[in-house]
């Protein structure tokens, strides 16, 4: 298992040929106390930087980023019942959907936790 990140703020877990996606603890912080989240249906083709979901806090709306191509295996239900866990476990039970890999290739543009944590440093 290795975990990703792009410089929108979401992480992924890469798992054999599937991916898992969600917002990283940074972008949780950053939106405050959410209380809506969209995920997309199963099924759905993304492209790299597509509009994935939306995610809206008290603060804001954002959408989330598709961080790699492929085909959406399923949508995070318990986020759109309980918006409130991508606060209280952004990289666990706060996940927004899970993927197919169309092209393993473009993991190699997102980027580890150290890296991830030294641009987090820059904002």
Known sequence: M???????HEWV????DQAT???????QNALGDIVFAEVPEPGRRLKKGDEAAVVESVKAASDVYAPLTGEVIQGNGAIA??????????????????????????LDGLMDE????AYCDTL
């Open 114 to 117: 150290a890296a991830y944590q």
């Open 81 to 106: 019942d309980e918006p409130g866990l991508i606060n209280s476990d952004p990289q666990g039970n706060g996940w927004f959907f899970t993927m197919t890999l169309s092209d393993p290739g473009e």
């Open 21 to 27: 996606v969600g917002i990283t603890d940074h972008a």
């Open 2 to 8: 290795s975990l990703y990140f792009t410089k929108e």
């Open 13 to 16: 877990r890469i798992e054999g």
